[in-house]
């Protein structure tokens, strides 16, 4: 999901029909205590949360800007704990709160370069030394249906020069990355792994997605 608070109208409208289809790769979990405080950033309707609860992670904390989206999640998990972001990217917690936090679907819901680094920022604040930062997210596409969406946006809206931005039909604005951007955004992390996936989008097209491992270095 968006941390972007002038998203949230779209994402509350669509929270009852949208499916989010990002695999979890549980073999990078595997080092990970089941006791661990782990955040799913960006939640959505606590599908992931779902999945790691039912491989015996105990210490789970969702978040998401979408009031909808939050309270489908409690519908659908009510002993899962869930809960709406105030003030985004901004997470009422103190500094190393958390063994790993998961960032899945999200980067693509935020289109400026400025505001994924607030993030990446505050995703740092929360991690401890030592701690994962887990990413799954889309690839610029080079299919000719994608390329049009991206010079459409740069010709009609303010992308700051940035290629790979997009609206999608039912109106949603996203982004697709390179991978000098992600690594250029993730630099204050040491690189653990990556592995590159096919997914379906929330529209049900086909995309080439990117997942990232990454660790937060511990101070000498």
């Not at 993030?119 to 000719?144: A, H, V």
Request: charged share 25%; with cysteine; hydrophobic share 40%.
């Amino acid at each position: 999901m968006t941390t972007d608070g002038r998203r949230t109208p779209y994402w509350d409208a669509v929270a009852a029909t949208k499916t989010f289809t990002h695999p979890l790769h549980l073999p990078w979990l595997e080092g990970i205590d089941r006791h661990a405080a782990i955040l799913d950033y960006g939640c959505g309707y606590g599908r992931i949360m779902k999945e790691l609860e039912q491989h015996g992670f105990a210490d789970l904390t969702g978040v998401d800007i979408s009031p909808a989206m939050i309270e489908r999640a409690q519908h659908l998990y009510p002993a899962l704990h869930f809960a709406t972001l105030d003030t985004p990217p901004a997470l009422p917690s103190p500094p190393a709160a958390f063994d790993a936090v998961l960032l899945f679907a999200v980067l693509t819901c935020i289109p400026a370069d400025d505001a994924q680094r607030r993030l990446i920022t505050e995703l740092n604040r929360l991690l401890k030394p030592g701690g994962i930062l887990y990413i799954s997210d889309l690839l610029l596409q080079d299919d000719d249906r994608n390329r049009r969406r991206y010079d459409r946006c740069m010709a009609l809206r303010d992308t700051s020069g940035r290629y790979g931005v997009l609206e999608t039909d039912d109106g949603a604005v996203c982004r697709h990355h390179s991978r000098d951007w992600l690594t250029t955004l993730l630099g204050a992390f040491e690189a653990v792994a990556t592995r590159t996936i096919t997914v379906p989008t929330m529209n049900g097209h086909e995309a080439t997605g990117i997942q990232l491992l990454v660790r937060k270095p511990v101070a000498p």
